[in-house]
């Protein structure tokens, strides 16, 4: 239930970014059998599909955000948590490196000057 709760509190804050009632929020599903990865949303920055995943306890595995990395063209990914700001470098199990945003819950308003600044 906390992690449901997580999820409606960064889709609210994920709305107030876009003035249009009309758009979509989006999400990854890895297409292959047997395989239940999933990101939680996948938010359109500039040109790019930067995958988002909330997560409401100290559970911080991220496998399907690295499987969503290593099929994606740019180098940028965020956690929301209940954990101080930072950036990461990481590498996926298959060697691609990305910079980690490791958002609080309360600084998802302020998500594209974050992003921005990178």
Not at 86 to 107: A, C, H, M, W
Request: glycine share 4%; proline share 3%; charged share 30%.
């Amino acid at each position: 239930m906390a992690g449901q709760i997580a999820e409606h509190i960064v889709v609210q804050e994920l709305l107030t970014l876009d003035d249009s009632t009309l758009t979509k929020r989006y999400f990854w599903r890895r297409d292959k059998d047997g395989s239940d990865a999933e990101v939680d949303f996948v938010y359109k920055f500039e040109s790019k599909a930067i995958p988002i995943e909330v997560k409401s306890g100290h559970n911080a595995r991220l496998k399907s955000l690295h499987l969503f990395m290593d099929e994606c063209p740019h180098d940028i990914a965020v956690r929301v948590w209940s954990q101080p700001f930072s950036v990461d470098e990481v590498t996926t199990q298959k060697g691609k490196k990305f910079r980690l945003i490791n958002l609080p819950f309360y600084y998802v308003g302020v998500l594209e000057k974050i992003l921005s600044a990178l």
